[in-house]
Structures are given as structure tokens and as C-alpha cells.
């Protein structure tokens, strides 16, 4: 099972394109989701509590890789 956070922003706009299209591609893969505020995403992530993140902003946080969407600003 794949635990994915995620802050409010890219739930609305982000998440569903892409659990649609990675679900078509690997249907035998689950996933769970939780929604919270970007920092305690990024917190998640860090300390494995969480697999990956998608979030609206980026920190110094040591133990995540930040990867900038074309849609994104920062």
C-alpha cells in the first residue's frame, strides 16, 4: 500500500489526474491518502509516515527531495 499526503490545494487540482492515471496503470497498487496543511506533510514524509507528499510549498527540510510541477510557482 502506497500512503500518499497531501495538502489541500493539490488534493483539489493535483491528486485525482493522478491517481486516475497511475490507477489505470498499475490497478494491483492501493493507496491511501490523507489531507492535512503543507508542513505536516512535509513532516510525514520525512519521519516515513507518509510515502510521498504532494504539497504547495516548499522547506529546508533535509530528509525530503522537493520536485516542482510545471503548474507550480516556487
Partial sequence: MLHIGVSSVPSLYLL???LAAYHEKTPEIRF???CSDS???INKVADSTCDIGL???KTA?????FC???RTSW
Fill in 32 to 34: 491511501r491518502t490523507s
Fill in 39 to 41: 508542513l505536516d506533510v
Fill in 68 to 70: 516542482r510541477s510545471p
Fill in 61 to 65: 527540510e533535509a530528509n525530503c527531495e
Fill in 16 to 18: 485525482p489526474e493522478l
Fill in 55 to 57: 504539497v504547495g510549498t
